[in-house]
């Protein structure tokens, strides 16, 4: 698939970040909620979303999390960046992963309940795109979106699809992440593979591309939405 075009909505203010702590399984759990709404609207989505790998600088301020959480926000969720489990201000350790799902569940419980809603859409860039991806046989999403999911690293061999609407974003010029590699797995769900946007030229952490991804992610939320009225 190719670059989209660019979306842009001039009237759009992003919000101001609301620093929370969320109660974890291992404890509680750094977070930033950002709601576009005016206060005591009704919210009828949200959206959370997993940051890359904890050993690697991965935090809920990566340029990434931060696109996504823009772009569910532009198509009208509140939205959820949160650190997992011995990550800044967040109780716990390093998990290998395991507790890392176990943290995505818990925080898309709690933003379910904080704004009385039951619609969620969850996302994650790398490390978090496999924690996303394994979270949402529990979460039951309403939409996924997967950037550069590390399959052959932390994803192997087979596993549920999602039954949601499904994106996975993949830069061709990923060093760590196979693109091809990527384009094969995703075809392997077929009937129902996931919609796959490739960004010609592309790196993993999308540097000069952020804007590309925050556009695919809306068109494709905004379609995911659309469908579900």
Known sequence: MTTPPAIHDAGFRPPVPEPVTIPGPAGSLEARIEDPASHGEAR????????????HGGTLQNKVVHTL???????????VR???????????????????????????QWARAYWNCQGVWLAGF?????IALRAADRVHPNALVTVAPPVGRLINGPMNRPACPWLIVQGDHDDLVDCGLV???AAG????????LVLRGAEHFFHGRLGELRAGTLEFLRESAARTE
């Open 69 to 79: 959480a823009r772009a569910m926000q532009e198509a009208g969720a509140a939205t």
């Open 44 to 55: 009828r989505t949200v959206g959370v979303v997993c940051h890359p790998h904890p050993l």
């Open 82 to 108: 949160f650190n997992f489990r011995g990550v800044g201000l967040s109780a716990g350790s390093y998990d290998e992963g395991f507790g890392e799902i176990e943290d995505a569940v818990a925080v898309a």
């Open 189 to 196: 769900f077929a009937p129902q593979a996931p919609k796959v």
């Open 126 to 130: 790398s490390f978090g795109a496999a």
């Open 183 to 185: 384009e094969r797995w």
